[in-house]
């Protein structure tokens, strides 16, 4: 399923101080350059069109939230999503994920990494693209803090399994462990836009958390 076109972005809204591009970063990212306050930090990797990064910014102040999503148009609108919204605690970058894992973001730094329906790259030739890779996995697992949770959710069951059956390899991650699904209490109480979509067709999604061990 393709990605909808965008809505147009207010250009009175004042982007600086929520998009950022991981092509730019020179060394270790540090938070304090960006975020106004010291809080825990959070990743999603594939951002979208940012309804999670939104909505755990907006239920979670005291938590710092960094998207990354390589699309430019659609890190630009999920960055406008949280200028418009005054969001201090929420910003994203525009670029790789993978880049930005392993070579800017620091050891045991991170509480939560979250990755949401990454592309599948269908054709067997190509699952050499997909995300969630041997050393994602490990770079994710080396910038989470002792105790820290990984999310991961999609649509696709054989995407699901073959990463099940990876993490273990790779990784100590403690899991996976079950995660329910929640009844929607309004219309956009999802995860993110895509799980929106899936769920509204009736279609499944599997879910999975894991702990890095204390």
């Given at each position: 399923m393709g990605r909808r076109a965008l809505p147009k972005i207010d250009p009175e809204v004042q982007l600086e101080d929520h998009l950022f591009v991981v092509e730019e970063l020179d060394g270790e990212f540090l938070p304090s350059s960006i975020f106004v306050a010291e809080h825990p930090l959070v990743l999603e990797v594939g951002s979208g069109k940012g309804l999670f990064l939104r909505n755990a910014a907006e239920c979670r102040p005291e938590v710092n939230f960094l998207g990354i999503e390589i699309a430019k148009k659609y890190a630009q609108y999920c960055a406008y999503q949280l200028a418009r919204r005054n969001l201090s605690n929420a910003v994203m970058f525009q670029g790789d994920g993978q880049r930005f894992v392993q070579q800017h973001a620091v050891e045991n730094s991170f509480h939560e990494v979250h990755v949401y329906f990454p592309d599948p790259w269908w054709k067997a030739r190509h699952r050499k693209r997909r995300v969630l890779n041997e050393n994602m996995l490990k770079?994710?697992?080396?910038?989470?803090?002792?105790?820290?949770?990984?999310?991961?959710?999609?649509?696709?069951?054989?995407?699901?399994?073959?990463?099940?059956?990876?993490?273990?390899?790779?990784t100590t991650f403690r899991g996976p462990l079950d995660v329910d699904e929640a009844l929607p209490e309004h219309d956009m109480d999802y995860r993110t836009h895509f799980e929106r979509r899936k769920r509204q067709a009736n279609n499944p999604i599997y879910r999975s958390l894991f702990l890095k061990p204390e």
């Amino acid at each position: 399923m393709g990605r909808r076109a965008l809505p147009k972005i207010d250009p009175e809204v004042q982007l600086e101080d929520h998009l950022f591009v991981v092509e730019e970063l020179d060394g270790e990212f540090l938070p304090s350059s960006i975020f106004v306050a010291e809080h825990p930090l959070v990743l999603e990797v594939g951002s979208g069109k940012g309804l999670f990064l939104r909505n755990a910014a907006e239920c979670r102040p005291e938590v710092n939230f960094l998207g990354i999503e390589i699309a430019k148009k659609y890190a630009q609108y999920c960055a406008y999503q949280l200028a418009r919204r005054n969001l201090s605690n929420a910003v994203m970058f525009q670029g790789d994920g993978q880049r930005f894992v392993q070579q800017h973001a620091v050891e045991n730094s991170f509480h939560e990494v979250h990755v949401y329906f990454p592309d599948p790259w269908w054709k067997a030739r190509h699952r050499k693209r997909r995300v969630l890779n041997e050393n994602m996995l490990k770079g994710i697992e080396k910038i989470l803090r002792p105790g820290g949770e990984f999310h991961f959710w999609t649509d696709v069951q054989e995407y699901f399994d073959v990463t099940l059956e990876l993490i273990p390899e790779v990784t100590t991650f403690r899991g996976p462990l079950d995660v329910d699904e929640a009844l929607p209490e309004h219309d956009m109480d999802y995860r993110t836009h895509f799980e929106r979509r899936k769920r509204q067709a009736n279609n499944p999604i599997y879910r999975s958390l894991f702990l890095k061990p204390e």
